[in-house]
């Protein structure tokens, strides 16, 4: 069970890299990159981050493990971005709201930083101190995503946002793994799911993100404005 669940994690794995170059083309061909360069970046950012660290694992080279919680790091930044992005966008019409929000985000972020700081520096577990702070500020990241959908879900009718514009497909790619993530965590962490299931279910929910960015990108023909 074990073996077939890694081997489907490494499928969907290496089908990761070729939904979002198909994502990152549409987008940069219905110049909808120009709306939104920190999601584009974060696209791109994945596919180098895949581009890198997939041959050191398969070569279980040493720098891997370096490699790859750097990525994490830089995946919960970039993604912390991306909600400040969408939150521009959907607050566009509202400009006061907008004003206030980018220092909101700015230091939130300097929190979620200090945070795991912290937490890394009174970590009293075996695991390493760089993993422990990476992992805290991807989890308040995840929390922040997931939070984000439901608001948006919640609001958007009294906010007058659509839910076919491409800003809410991008936040419910982003929470619909969150959510999924941070459930897996808490039953992980209660030892009711083995590591093996959790990375493979992990991978189907960032797939099915993947593929919810395709449908939302593809939709969007003639709204793109810059």
Request: proline content about 3%.
């Amino acid at each position: 069970m074990f073996l077939h669940s890694h081997t489907m994690s490494m499928l969907l794995w290496c089908a990761q890299p070729i939904t979002q170059s198909v994502v990152a083309a549409i987008l940069w061909r219905r110049k909808l990159h120009k709306l939104f360069p920190v999601f584009f970046s974060f696209l791109i950012a994945q596919i180098v981050i895949f581009a890198v660290t997939f041959p050191l694992y398969q070569r279980n080279n040493g720098w891997y493990f370096w490699l790859y919680w750097f990525g994490e790091l830089l995946n919960a930044v970039i993604g912390f971005k991306v909600i400040h992005e969408i939150f521009l966008d959907v607050f566009r019409p509202y400009h006061s709201l907008k004003d206030l929000g980018t220092p909101v985000f700015k230091w939130a972020g300097v929190v979620m930083l200090l945070v795991s700081v912290v937490v890394a520096a009174s970590n009293s577990f075996s695991q390493d101190p760089i993993v422990h702070a990476v992992t805290t500020m991807e989890r308040s990241v995840r929390l922040v995503q997931f939070g984000l959908i439901l608001f948006l879900i919640l609001f958007s009718r009294f906010l007058g946002v659509s839910r076919k514009q491409i800003s809410f497909g991008i936040a419910l790619g982003f929470g619909v793994f969150a959510g999924v993530e941070l459930m897996l965590l808490a039953l992980h962490s209660g030892g009711l799911i083995h590591q093996g299931n959790y990375n493979l279910i992990n991978m189907i929910c960032y797939n099915a993100a993947i593929l919810i960015w395709f449908a939302y990108s593809l939709s969007q023909i003639g709204r793109a404005h810059v």
